[in-house]
């Protein structure tokens, strides 16, 4: 009787004990596994995959597509600076761009000030505006 109230607190002992005896002895214990569970590089490698896709990549492909815009310029586009300043090419130079923006009004500017390139739906809209002075 003794030993059937005994026996079940000795095994549970045991069990919970079992552990501690399957060190090795003298050795340090194990490093725990770090921060994420040891996935801590293949979380970095993750966010930055993340990040070049939805920054770095789209970032370059606007770059490339201004770098076009600016080699097809031409004599007659019509152009509008960063500044706002809207005018038609009279003169392509090296890094620069003649654009007249009046009558006899000449101004130079360089290829980096150019914001966009203006189609012909917006010069019809100067038309029914009355803006157009042809």
Same mark, same amino acid.
Do not use: C, H, W
């Given at each position: ?21 399957? %060190? ?22 993750? $966010?930055?995959? !993340?990040?070049?896709?939805? $920054?770095?990549?789209?970032? %370059?492909?606007? %770059?490339?597509?201004? %770098? ?13 600076? !960063?500044?706002? !300043?809207?005018?038609? !090419? &009279? ?7 003649? $654009? ?9 500017? &360089? ?7 203006? &189609?012909?739906? &917006? ?12």
């Amino acid at each position: 009787m003794f030993l059937s109230k005994v026996l079940p607190s000795i095994s549970a002992a045991v069990l919970i004990a079992l552990p501690v005896f399957a %060190q090795e002895q003298g050795g340090e214990p194990a490093p725990s596994p770090g921060l994420f569970g040891g996935n801590f590089m293949f979380i970095m490698i993750a $966010m930055f995959v !993340i990040i070049y896709f939805l $920054m770095i990549r789209p970032e %370059q492909r606007k %770059q490339k597509e201004r %770098q076009k815009m600016l080699a097809a310029l031409k004599k007659g586009d019509k152009i509008l600076t !960063i500044g706002g !300043i809207v005018g038609v !090419i &009279t003169n392509v130079k090296d890094s620069t761009y003649m $654009m007249k923006t009046g009558e006899g009004t000449l101004l130079e500017v &360089t290829k980096s000030a150019v914001s966009s390139v203006l &189609t012909n739906d &917006t010069a019809q809209g100067d038309k029914a505006l009355g803006n157009d002075k042809k």
